[in-house]
Antibody, heavy 123, light 106 residues
Framework: EVQVVESGGGLGQPGGSLRLSCAAS????????MSWVRQAPGKGLEWVST????????FYADSVKGRFTVSRDNSDNTLYLQMDSLRAEDTAIYYC????????????????WGQGTLVTVSS | IQLTQSPSSLSASVKDRVTITCRAS??????LAWYQQKPGKAPKLLIY???TLQTGVPSRFSGSGSGADFTLTISSLQPEDFATYYC?????????FGGGTKVEIK
């Protein structure tokens, strides 16, 4: 059974940092692109970042570029999101998301989502 | 690429036919997916490549369109279909979602 489980959310200070993790199981992690998608309270979905299967290709939303860094450890089946220079508008549920396939365009479609981890940025 | 969904909300009855539209600010071929989200839950993939039904999704859901105009149709609305629906373009980064369409009970 495919599972992706996020952790690391919580309260962050404006200008501070948080690191999210996503533990994956039930599939060959190293062959799928992975993404982060967030949802602010009461709002719609916002794509945050995607990383290719090998980790060499990374993509970011303009709203987080230069502040967030996505990475993965294929030996440990874990996806990460390092969040620096946090802002109040980063407050959201962050979902870890598995790509449907290995290659474009299926790699950009999300077929499995985690339960989400809440990040709150406030002083 | 901006995605505009319409309507933003609708009220419908069980067994109604429901159509949601998604318009892209530029052509995206067939690189579009649809998701369903219920309150407090993660989204669920319904359709990808504009018209391909994800495994396990009921056949009352269908998608169509290419270029810049797309539709999601629910042929006979069921009680479990009351939710918010989002389109997502896969054509180019940054990936984007539409604003969502909330389907409510009439």
């Amino acid at each position: 059974e495919v599972q992706v489980v996020e952790s690391g959310g919580g309260l962050g200070q404006p200008g501070g940092s948080l690191r999210l993790s996503c533990a994956a199981s039930g599939f060959t992690f190293s062959t799928y692109a992975m993404s982060w998608v967030r949802q602010a309270p009461g709002k719609g979905l916002e794509w945050v970042s995607t990383i290719g299967a090998g980790g060499g290709d990374t993509f970011y939303a303009d709203s987080v570029k230069g502040r967030f860094t996505v990475s993965r450890d294929n030996s440990d089946n874990t996806l990460y999101l390092q969040m620096d220079s946090l802002r109040a508008e980063d407050t959201a549920i962050y979902y870890c998301a598995k790509g449907l396939g290995s290659l474009f365009p299926l790699s950009r479609v999300v077929d499995y989502w985690g339960q989400g981890t809440l990040v709150t940025v406030s002083s | 690429i901006q995605l505009t969904q319409s309507p933003s909300s609708l009220s419908a009855s069980v067994k109604d036919r429901v159509t949601i539209t998604c318009r892209a600010s530029q052509g995206i071929s067939s690189y579009l997916a649809w998701y369903q989200q219920k309150p407090g839950k993660a989204p669920k993939l319904l359709i990808y490549a504009a018209s391909t039904l994800q495994t396990g999704v009921p056949s009352r859901f269908s998608g169509s369109g290419s270029g810049a105009d797309f539709t999601l149709t629910i042929s006979s609305l069921q009680p479990e279909d009351f939710a918010t629906y989002y389109c997502q373009q896969l054509n180019s980064f940054p990936l984007t979602f539409g604003g969502g369409t909330k389907v409510e009970i009439k």
